[in-house]
């Protein structure tokens, strides 16, 4: 019913920048949470950054001050704008969608998730 579509990976020189989007698609009334994880090889993987549909912020310390979320909730978009990229900022980036309240029944479902996309710091 609800399909996270991701866009913007790449591969970037650190010091570089990169954005990342993703659109949640469906049969979709509002969405609590909008954010984006990582993982990477023989890693877990981990929370980036997340944003409330009150447009409340979260990151993870090591792209504080580097990352910035931000939402549109009338598209049902997410946004990811990545300065100052790092090698070990290197990952497939997922885009997450939680609380998630259903038009038509009007209903909670459980967590969708994007296909992935890449990105790819060289030093």
């Known amino acids: 019913q609800v399909q996270l579509v991701e866009s913007g990976g790449g591969l970037v020189q650190a010091g570089g920048s990169l954005r990342l989007s993703c659109a949640a698609v469906?049969?979709?009334?509002?969405?609590?949470?909008m954010g984006w994880y990582r993982q990477s090889p023989g890693k877990q993987r981990e929370m980036v950054a997340s944003c409330s549909s009150f447009d409340s912020t979260s990151y993870t310390e090591s792209v504080k001050g580097r990352f910035t979320i931000s939402r549109d909730n009338a598209k049902n978009t997410v946004y990811l704008q990545m300065n100052s990229l790092k090698p070990e900022d290197t990952a497939i980036y997922y885009c997450?969608?939680?609380?998630?309240?259903?038009?038509?029944?009007?209903?909670?479902?459980?967590?969708?998730w994007g296909q992935g996309t890449q990105v790819t710091v060289s030093s």
């Open positions: 469906g049969n979709i009334f509002s969405i609590d949470f």
């Open positions: 997450n969608a939680h609380g998630i309240l259903t038009m038509i029944p009007e209903r909670r479902v459980g967590d969708a």
